[in-house]
């Protein structure tokens, strides 16, 4: 399987000159997922830890509601990227018959290629109270994951998820170049190694974008955070879905967006 990053050379500009070197980058793979014989989307990725990236995003769609009802998982690599052929139980098969949806997932998109307006904006599912954390545990979160990046330490061109608790300690993280195929993968790993997000708190690199708080809704995940802002659509969404918005996050603090009750010594925003 394709490394995870690869070595190039390159001139930097430093101080008025030019100076000769390499740096360490991440790899980007065209990442296709098919089920029973049918393609469904193709994502770029980072060729890391693709079983969770199947299981996750399997999940995350709601093409199965348990890894169980993914019978076989078959990565292959092809000349043009990497496919993960998966079989799905029966039941599954037959429900995902009725749904017709191919995405062409740049890096930067989630939603491309959905094919109405209704399906972008899907009801989310409410999540539930989950804990309660403090200011501090937040900070401490953020700080945890960044120093949990490996590929993020060796490129500085990828995002993290991450599951932390609520006291801020660090429970599980996985990498991608892509924000939403980072969310997946750790939907992926949480779900194999039967963790739950409900109690804790997923904390994120990227900005807070619509299809992050469905990812999150479906993970049952009651608080996110991010370094960055979200935007007004997953405001909206993480109102109806009850889930808690904790963004620009910075050494000296943040801004709450939504549900502040779930932070100790804030009243509701």
């Given at each position: ?45 980072t ?18 509601g ?6 076989r ?12 052929r ?33 399906e ?11 804990a ?45 170049v ?29 900005r ?31 109102v ?30």
């Amino acid at each position: 399987m394709a490394e995870p990053v690869c070595t190039v050379n390159r001139q930097a500009w430093r101080a008025g000159d030019f100076f000769a070197g390499v740096r360490v980058i991440p790899e980007e793979t065209a990442v296709a997922f098919t089920y029973d014989g049918s393609s469904f989307a193709v994502m770029m990725a980072t060729p890391q830890d693709l079983e969770d990236f199947a299981v996750g995003f399997s999940l995350n769609e709601g093409i199965v509601g348990m890894p169980s009802e993914i019978e076989r998982l078959a990565i292959l690599e092809e000349e043009a990227g990497i496919e993960l052929r998966m079989t799905l139980a029966g039941a599954r098969a037959e429900v995902l018959k009725q749904r017709r949806r191919f995405l062409a997932g740049p890096v930067g998109c989630g939603l491309c290629g959905i094919e109405s307006l209704q399906e972008a904006t899907r009801p989310l599912p409410r999540v539930p109270a989950g804990a309660r954390v403090t200011p501090e545990a937040i900070l401490r979160a953020v700080e945890a994951i960044g120093a949990a990046q490996a590929l993020g330490e060796r490129t500085r061109a990828v995002h993290a998820a991450a599951l932390c608790a609520a006291d801020g300690g660090l429970i599980a993280l996985r990498e991608d170049v892509g924000r939403h195929n980072a969310l997946d993968k750790l939907a992926g790993v949480l779900a194999r190694s039967g963790q739950l997000a409900t109690n804790g708190m997923i904390v994120l690199t990227s900005r807070l974008s619509v299809e992050l708080v469905q990812k999150a809704a479906a993970m049952a995940a009651p608080i996110l955070v991010a370094v960055s802002a979200p935007t007004a659509l997953a405001v909206r969404s993480a109102v109806t879905a009850g889930i808690t918005l904790a963004a620009v996050v910075r050494r000296d603090g943040f801004e709450v967006f939504t549900h502040g009750e779930r932070i100790a010594t804030l009243a509701d925003v």
